[in-house]
C-alpha cells in the first residue's frame, strides 16, 4: 500500500476514463481502496461523511449511526484515511472528516468503460467461460 497514497492524490491528474488497463502494479495498489470500501461499515461511513451538510462530518456524528464502539467506529475511519477516501482535521477535541471525491471520482472512473461495449470478438463456444 505504498503507492496507494500517491497513485489516488487528489491532486494528481486523470482523465475521465482510463486510457490503458492497469499494470498489475498499479491494480495491486488500487485494489487496496476498494478493499478499504468492501466492508459495510466503512462503505457506510464514507456514505454518512459525504451526506452529511457540507461534505463534511464530525466523528461525533457518526458514532451514533452505528452499535459499535468508538475505538471500532476510529479504526474504521483510520483505514478509509490510510487508503486515501478521506481526510480528517483535528478541531479542538473532535476529528471533522471529509470524503476525497477526487479519489472516490478515480475509483469509479478506473471500472468505467471507454466507449460503447462492442460485439463479442469471440463465440461462446470459444471463450473459457461457461454458458
Excluded at 502494479?25 to 459525504?50: M, Q
Excluded at 477516501?85 to 468503460?113: F, S
Amino acid at each position: 500500500m505504498s503507492k496507494l497514497l500517491p497513485l489516488l492524490s487528489p491532486s494528481a491528474t486523470h482523465s475521465n476514463a482510463p486510457s490503458a488497463p492497469l499494470s498489475a502494479e498499479d491494480a495491486v495498489d488500487l485494489a487496496a481502496a476498494f478493499k478499504a470500501l468492501g466492508d459495510p461499515v466503512r462503505l457506510r461511513l464514507v456514505s454518512l461523511i459525504a451526506a452529511h451538510e457540507g461534505g463534511e462530518a464530525c466523528v461525533c456524528d457518526l458514532t451514533g449511526a452505528f452499535d459499535l464502539t468508538g475505538p471500532t467506529i476510529s479504526h474504521h475511519l483510520k483505514v478509509l484515511r490510510l487508503a486515501g477516501l478521506i481526510t480528517g482535521e483535528r478541531r479542538g477535541t473532535w476529528i471533522y472528516y471529509r470524503v476525497q471525491t477526487e479519489v472516490i471520482g478515480h475509483l469509479a472512473e478506473i471500472l468505467a468503460p471507454t466507449t460503447t461495449p462492442l460485439a463479442p470478438t469471440c463465440t461462446p463456444e470459444e471463450s473459457d467461460l461457461p454458458a
